[in-house]
Structures are given as C-alpha cells and as structure tokens.
C-alpha cells in the first residue's frame, strides 16, 4: 500500500515537472483518479477526466485517453472541482479590520476593491494551498454602499485572464456596523433612508449625466447587476428584504447568520445567500443554522470572509455544517457549483463537467474528510500548487 | 431556553452519578469496540474496567464480574478524554490580567466563574479537562491550572492540579502594533525579574546559612551558659530577619526547576528569546504558541523545550493581528517531525471554543502531522508536558477514568460523541441516537 502510494506519488510528481516545464504550449491531458466529485453527474469511481487547452474535453468511466497525451495517474486521490470561496478580502494588505472599508464616504458604489488588490500576495498562495481556485474579492460591511466586489481565479501569477469580473455586483450592508458616530447614517433608519434615496435617484438616472456611482446603482435597480447585500440578524434581514422588495433588486444575502429564523421569507423570494465561516460565529453558537437554512430551500455558498478566518477553513466550515446537520451533497455543492451560480460564473465553474474550466483540487481522502490533505490544485490545466513533504 | 434545559440534563446527570457513587464502590465496564488507549496500540473487541473512578484494568481479555454497570460499546471507538492546552473556558470574559506586570504570585485559580453555562457544551464534544492560564497580557502572568469538566460548580472538586506552570509572554502587542525595541524591552524586564530573582535566591540561600551559623552558636552559648552560669560568654548576635518576597518566592521554583516557566512566544525573534532566557537561567520551558515555530524548529528542537502550539488555524482568533502574520497551517506537523514534543490546543476567542480539540487535530493531520502524534499531542503528551500524565492523558490502570466514547474515529469531524465519563462518571450521554 504505501509504495504504491508512493509510486503515485512519483508519477505526479514526474509528470507534474512535465506539465510545469512545458509551458504555455497546448496540450492535452489526461487525469485518472480514484474518485471523481463532478457536482454534476454524482461521483465517478476509478475515472478518466480529460483537458485539452485547460478546458474540460470529457469526464466519465470509460473514456479512451487520446493518443500523445500526458497522463496523471492518481488511484488513491480523489478528484472535485476547485473550490470558490464566496467573500473574502485577501490581498489586500489588511493588517487591522477597519482597513478593509473606506469609511470617509458612506456611499461608495464606484469603488472598486480590485484596485487594492495584490495578486502576489502571499494570501493567494494560501489560498492556493486550501484548494479554492476562485474568490469573490469583496468590500467589507461599514459602508450602506461599500463598492463593487470581483471575481478572481487565483492563478494571478499570469499577465492577464484571472479576472472574471471586475464588476461582480455592489456590495450593501444594512448591518449596525455600517452606523458611525462620525459620519451620516448613525441611525438604522438613517441608512435606509440614505439607500433609499441613493436608489431612487439611481433610477432616474440619465447616461448623459455621467456619474459613475449612480451610472454602477442604476444598474442594480434595473436588476442588471446584483446586489449583495450584508445582513446578519433578523432584524438586518428584514430591513434587507425592504429594499429588495422596494426595489426588485437581484439580491444575494451575505452573512444571514440569524437567517434559519426567517428561512421562508428569504427562500419565498428565492435569495441565495453566502454564509459566513462557521467558526467565526462565536457569538451565534448555534452551528445547526447554516444547515436549517439550506433545508429550507435556500441556496447557499460558504465564505471564509478571510483574513477575518483562516482562508484554509472553507472547507472546515462546510465540514462543520454537515456535522451539525447540513445534508453532504448541499455541502459539497455549496463549496463549488452552488458559489458559482451565485456569483454567476457557472458556465465555466463549479463542475467537473465537458467544456467547463479544469480547475480541480486534489485530495488524499474524500472532500468532506477534514484530515483529508489537499495534494494538488490545478487552474485552466495548469498546476498551480502541489503538497511537498516537509 | 435550550441553554438552560442542558444545564438542567447536565446537573441532574451529575446528580444522579453522585448518588449512585455514594451507593458504594461502583464498577463500570466498558465492552466492545475499539479501544485507543493512546499509550500503545489499539485493541479491538477490548473492554475497560472501572473501578472507583480509576482503570482498573484494560484489555481483551479483562474478566468482568457479575454485577457491574455494562456499557456496550460494540461498533464505537473508546479513548482519553480530550484535553484543551490553551482554553479560556471558566475564564471571566473582561479578564485582562494585571496589566504590563511581573506577578507571577497570581494564580488563576482565584479569577474563575464555575458557573459558565458553555462547560456540557465542550463536554459533549469529548473534553473532559482544560488547562487555563492567566491571559497573555501581563509580562509574567501567574500561574495555571488544570481542571476537569466533571459538571462542578467547586472549582476545589474540579481541580485536577495548580501551579502547573508560570505563564510569561514575550513580544505580543497589545493594541496590534509592533516596535522591535518594545518586545526587546519585554523581554530585557522578564530577564531582569529572573536575574534579580537569583540575587533573591542567594540572599536566602546566605541568611540560610547565616541563622545555621547563628543556631548553632547560639547552642553552643546555652549550653556553656547551663555548665558554668557565672562565666561571661558574648551572646551571638541574631542575624536580620529575613522578608520573603512572594514574587521572588515563585520565580525562584521555577529557577529551582519545580514549576516550568511558560512563555508565550509569537515571532521568530521571541520564540528564540524565551530559549536564551531558558539557556541563561537553566528552567524548564515550555513554549507557548510558537505561531513561527517552523521557521526555527531546528533551534526549537535543540533547545528540548515543549512547545503548547496554537491555534492551527487563526480561524480561531480574532484576527488580523500582527503575531499571526505569519501563521502556518502546517506549523505542528513541521516540528512534529523534528520530534519536538508537542501539545495542540485550541487558543479560541472564548470557552465555547475548546470543544473544538479534535477539529484542530484533524486540521493539524490533513496539514501533513502523523495521526497517532495528533492525537497524542491533544491527550498523552499534553499531559506529560503538564505533570499530570500520573492521572490522565491515556487509558492505563490505575488512571482516572475520563472516558470519551465516539461513534467513529475521533479525527473523523463527522463522528459523534456518544458518551464521557470522567472518573467512572458519566458526564454526557447523547440522545437523539439514531
């Protein structure tokens, strides 16, 4: 057993050095495993994924390995799709919390985080080492409008190609921790106000005004751009749901800790929500909520909020959930596929499925095992990290 | 509401083994399953006998007699109760200890609430004891304690043992801002407090010798005094008394080698500072977070101190804080195979947090730590580095029976725990058994 694990081991090893020393150059590879976590078609037993131009060829059980192309062999790994951590603010050379947000301007919808982002941060790389492949790279929640979020993919060594969108959405938060004593609203009522009107105004919004804050809000209220919207305690999610009702916003709720307690108010208006890392909730102790949540029938993607939790407990978190309650299947989706139809990028993320993006994690043990290592993680094809022994 | 009804459940268990204990000497027997006795290798099919709150005995084949109180155990997974090595459970929240001082005469002990309503909750989670210590606020801390979660309100009955080391910290900033020369001068004025110790110690050690001296003459004048009484002898003269000085009366066990000196170390440049103190003044070190442990684990290694790591993730803390900056997952597993003998603790933002001893071992093993060494590092070899391997820490006989009873692996996170015993007793029984 363990030299087989270790003959394994030399094969990726070997033909990872291939695949690192050959570039750019268009290839096709070939991937067999021991278990393959599509999040689309179940899971595959001893199957064959095939890339070819870091793109998805075919995935399934007999599937011939074109001629010339690299093979990895990994019988005793098991194969899902990269993980994608919903909210995060890494990169950004955060070493207190109130970095995260400008609070000068309590409306700063033509913010955008990407600007303050380092993509040779360290962070990247241990994000890299957690196997999440994408992140929504966010403002933080002390701003009524705290600014537009990104998607990223993390192989931003290269040049170009690893921003998905510059403009995911406008982050929002109805949360008290966006009232200052110094700067308007310092009321709950003072910041729906100042939404509202931020709202309305965007929506007799002309182009020929050019104003780029109410130009990115316009959008929103025209239900072209999502809002997300930062609301923890119930009292935060109904005042959420105010304004998405008023407005008909295309809303995705981030945070919702309290959010099992009005599940079906927020699964009638069919909003995703992001959850927040489960061992951060040290107030809300309660860890069966995240779980009574998606029982509901609301859509759920986890978050690590990072470095708010270590960027590695994505996984600990969803792991958590399911030991509290959490079906599996959601969990797993919740890390992957879920994320991406929430952040809109599922045409190219999310599963491991024909024509979709190869960014997979590999892991010695199933995904939903904490002690399972992550042995690889691969972006577009390429491996963008491999565990070393230390 | 559901919080006190676990309360209610815990303190009528609690109730309930109480009298039941009182009946006389209770046996337990424990059968079936799989034994993880954590000092040696695992038994299948074993049984665990109790006797008196203690193991009395351990293995296949252990004769059970007739009337004992039998828990089956078939299908589940038998080991030590978890231990939290950095827990603030029963630790009064707004605790900030004296400010930037040298009090090491300060005990924990004495700044406890029994009454915290999060002990069954880590309970349930397998942890049968914690070890507190005073916060790392203060330069030289007090001292700290094991305790165990036996469902006590007497922080007398669950005491397991105090003074079980002097708690220092060197280099942790309190409003997360770093000057090289502040962490230097922490550690110049816990040097200073040993070094003057010493002085102490030989002040003691001559006024010792001194009122030997002075006894003795002063015998040898009684006596001389008795056989001829109209002889002029000179009286001797009394030397000064002697003041202790509770400070230095502490400081100096530890100089002594009695307590251990427990020194919370963050970065690189005070974790190799705590080991000159240690080199310098020659007590026993134990290391306490070791967040950059990995960076010097070869000096770590050679200097043979203990290391107490945590947190393995900073998911744990509240965070962004400079000491984490460089914050490693796979920190344990690096100096684990150094062979430095190591505990894992949790170091959570609040007490609740400790009921997550398994979730950081787990953590610790996917990150690259040897699975037998993880779970030792939060049982056996977290007790031998506390002293208190004589009483927990692994199923052997004559040990107490803290007892945690898994439906699977306990590094599996999706196990559950389905019963704890702690001294024959059971603390936790899970309901909803499905």
Sequence with gaps: ?????????????????????????????????????????????????????????????NIDVPEGAKVLDMPDMNVMPGMIDAYCHIGLSVNVQREIDETVAAVAADMQILDAFNPHSDDVKKALRSGVTTIMLAPGYRNPVGGQPAVVKLDTSKADGWVLKRTAGVDFSVMN??????????????????????????????????????????????????????????????????????????????????????????????????????????????????GKIAGSGVKLA????????????????????????????????????????????????????????????????????????????????????QRQEE | MKDIKGIVVFASLFLQVLSAGALGAEQVAIQGGTILPISGAAIENGIVLIENGKIAAIGRNVAVPMDVRSIDASDKFVMPGLIDVQSRLFVIESEFNEGRSIAPELNILDGLDPFIKEAPEVAAQGVTAVYITPAGRSLI???????????????????????????????????????????????????????STKIYMHQREKHAREMAEYNKKRAEYEKKKQVRPTEKVEKPKRPDRFRPNPTREVLAKVLSKEIPLQIE????????????????????????????????????????????LGPVTVSFVETPRLEYRNHDVRNAAILSKRGIKLALGVSGRDGASSK???????????????????????????????????????????????????????????????????????????????
């Excluded at chain 2, 006989?397 to 559950?416: C, E, F, N, Q, Y």
Aim: contains cysteine.
């Design chain 2, 141 to 195: 801390g007090g001292s700290g304690a094991v305790l165990k979660l036996n469902g006590s309100n007497d922080v007398g009955r669950m005491l397991l043992k105090g003074d079980i080391a002097v708690k220092a910290t060197i280099g942790v900033s309190a409003n997360n801002q770093s000057s090289s020369l502040g962490r230097l001068a922490q550690y110049s004025s816990i040097r200073e407090a040993l070094l």
């Design chain 2, 265 to 308: 170390a963050h970065r690189v440049t005070d974790i190799l500072n705590a080991i000159r103190l240690a080199d310098e003044f020659g007590f026993t070190l134990i290391l306490d977070k070791c967040t950059e442990g990995y960076l010097v684990a070869d000096e770590i290694a050679r200097s043979k101190a203990d290391v107490v």
């Design chain 1, 302 to 385: 986890f978050s690590s909020l990072a470095p708010k939790t270590d960027l590695y407990d994505l996984r600990t978190s969803a792991i958590l959930a399911v030991k509290y309650g959490l079906d599996k299947e959601t969990a797993l989706k919740s890390l992957t596929i879920n994320a991406a139809e929430i952040l809109g990028v599922s045409d190219r993320l999310g599963s491991i499925s024909q024509g979709k993006d190869a960014d997979l994690v590999v892991l010695k043990g199933e995904p939903l095992q904490l002690t399972s290592s992550i042995e690889l993680v691969m972006i577009n094809g390429n491996i963008v990290y």
């Design chain 2, 356 to 434: 997550f001893v398994a979730l950081a071992a787990s953590i610790a093993v996917a990150n690259g730590m040897d699975k037998d060494l993880a779970l030792r590092a939060v049982t056996l070899t977290l007790a031998e580095i506390l002293g208190v391997a004589d009483r927990i820490g692994s199923l052997d006989v004559g040990k107490d029976a803290d007892i945690v009873i898994l439906s699977g692996h306990p590094l599996d996170t999706l196990s559950r725990v389905e019963m704890v015993l702690i001294e024959g007793k059971t603390v936790f029984e899970r309901k909803d058994k499905q």
């Design chain 1, 1 to 61: 057993m363990k030299k087989r694990r270790f003959l394994s081991f030399l094969v990726i090893l070997c033909s990872s050095f291939c695949l690192l020393s050959s570039g750019g150059e268009p290839q096709t590879l070939a991937i067999r495993a021991g278990k393959i976590w599509t999040l689309s078609d179940g899971v595959i037993t001893n199957g064959v994924i095939i890339i070819d131009n870091g793109k998805i060829q075919a995935v399934g059980e």
């Design chain 1, 177 to 290: 921790q966006a009232l200052m004593f110094d700067r308007e609203p310092t009321s709950r009522a003072g910041l729906m106000e100042m939404l509202r009107e931020e709202l309305d105004q965007a929506k007799a919004y002309k182009a020929e005004e050019f104003n780029p804050r109410r130009e990115v809000l316009k959008r929103v209220v025209d239900a072209n751009l999502p809002a997300y919207i930062w609301a923890h305690n119930v009292d935060e999610i109904a005042s959420a749901l105010t304004i998405v009702d008023t407005y008909g916003l295309n809303a995705v709720l981030v945070a919702a800790g309290q959010g099992d307690e009005v599940a079906d108010m927020i699964a009638k208006r069919n909003l995703p929500v992001i959850y927040p890392p489960l061992l951060l909730s040290s107030r809300d102790k309660d860890l069966r909520r995240a």
